[in-house]
């Protein structure tokens, strides 16, 4: 009513999936002409237009399917080792399907942490695994690895690189970053901490 547009002529067509379900629908007005009526033409022109929304609209449902996918599986198995299972996508992932890849699983852990542990209470616990974690982590992912799972204390690491020195060298880096921790702990009046690596 405020800009004194008038429909003449309206022309529906449903947008259907490859199963023919209805998922969405294209609607044009007003055809250039004076009765603004629309011929068989157009309605032929307005289902090709429709069919190949149809598809575009399925790619995008199916993208944000992989996506919501890869996020769930996020929370069980980090991304960089999905990729490496999927080199696809995550979608290519088949049962059966068998790959042998060379890899190196680097394992670490805090020496003696049943006795470092129950001397802290839970909040200092958890500032010191995330520190701790956070200095161990960096090394890996410099040297091209990533970490599997945190057990606790532990972490194992893969390395998905044919040279099994990226987990040698990400061990190394990681007694370097200890001193650094431990550095850190010292001024605050905690007891180093030493860790072992395999």
Known sequence: KKTGY?????????????????????QVL????????????????L???SSIAAISLENSFAYEKVE????????????????SMGKDGVESIMLGNAE??????????????????ENMTPDELLKFLNSYLFYMSREIALQGGFVD??????IMAI?????????????????KALNKFNSGRKKDGYAPVQIGIG
């Open 100 to 117: 042998e890849v060379e890899v190196t699983i680097l394992f670490c852990d805090v020496r003696s942490f049943t006795d470092l542990s």
């Open 6 to 26: 008038r429909t003449k002529g309206i022309l529906c067509m449903p947008i259907r999936n490859n199963r023919g379900a209805i998922i969405g629908v294209t």
């Open 159 to 175: 390395f998905d690189t044919k040279a099994s020195n990226h987990a040698v060298d990400a061990g190394i880096g990681m007694l």
């Open 30 to 45: 007003n055809k250039k002409r004076e009765d603004g009526s629309f011929t068989r033409e157009d309605e032929n022109l």
């Open 149 to 154: 799972k945190f057990i606790g204390d532990a």
């Open 47 to 49: 289902a090709a237009f």
């Open 68 to 83: 919501r996918t890869m996020h769930t599986f996020e929370k069980f198995v980090p991304r960089r080792y999905l990729q």
